[in-house]
């Protein structure tokens, strides 16, 4: 992710099993720059601790599922785990292991990003899409359209990084975006585990008509700061209120994020919820001026 190797060590087949399967596009390769130790552990139901209301589910063979609390102490995540028989209502017993996992292991590795690499680094609440080299954010409230646009631009051939949290760095070669984990609608096995030089900025609004317009400066950080988060809140959760962050962690994302307004450019984009002009709109980035 993003450059950097995280190794998870499991011994529980089912556990490694699935997650072979739903990180396929974030798995492989040789050595680690990061490694953590996870162990699934079963306990009787009525033990102390396993609180339902805690847990985590993972389907197994047999129709039956795991109940799983976790527990993160230096470094491992121990998730204790209680079998039971699923319900009538099976599709309602999601599987949220992996976005725990996902949540956990990125927010490591933007960690280890920002201590190391880059001074700019924070996240944006988008759909991320690489084409030709380059990357596209589509930025938006939820439900603004942005796992629709990566749904459509997946079909097109394009490649999508992700379409809830995306990384935004910024280093010698400029700004960059990464693939990303983080749960969207989009399932990971769909996604392009890649970065790319950062193109532009779209902010999603729905309309009667197919307008592109750019936004100046002041205009695009207003817009940013109200779909980013500081890269080092990302731990289980994100938070979902600006007014929840420290003054410290503020400050650095006003600054960051002020900075990605002012050297790339953003753009306002009213669309037509069933006809996206896709050419037009990547084309804009061209002139650097709205159509």
Known sequence: ????????????????SYLEQEFQKFAGGDGSDISIDLSVVRVDGDAPGAVRRDCVRLP??????????????????????????????????????????????FSLVLQQLRRERVDELFLVHSCGVEKDGRAFLFAGRSGSGKSTIGMKLLARGERVLGDDMIPVSRGEAGWQAHASPMGGDIPRPLLAN????????????????????????????????????????????????IDEYDHESLSVLMHDASMLASEVPCFSLSYLFDEQPWEQIFQVTTNKEGV
């Open 60 to 105: 197994v063979p047999g129709g039956s599922t795991l109940d799983v609390e976790w527990h993160k102490d230096a470094g491992n995540i121990r998730l204790d785990a209680t079998a039971y028989t699923a319900g009538e209502n099976r599709q309602d017993n999601g599987l949220f292991v992996e976005s725990f996992l996902a949540n956990y292991t």
């Open 1 to 16: 992710m993003a450059g950097y190797s995280l190794e998870i060590k499991c011994e529980d087949e089912r556990m490694v």
């Open 194 to 241: 890649t970065s790319a030089p950062l193109e532009a900025v779209y902010f999603l609004e729905h309309s009667g008509e197919n307008i592109c317009r750019r936004l100046d400066t002041t205009q695009a950080l207003a817009s940013l700061m109200s779909s980013v988060v500081p890269a080092q809140e990302i731990k289980y959760s994100v938070r979902q209120s």
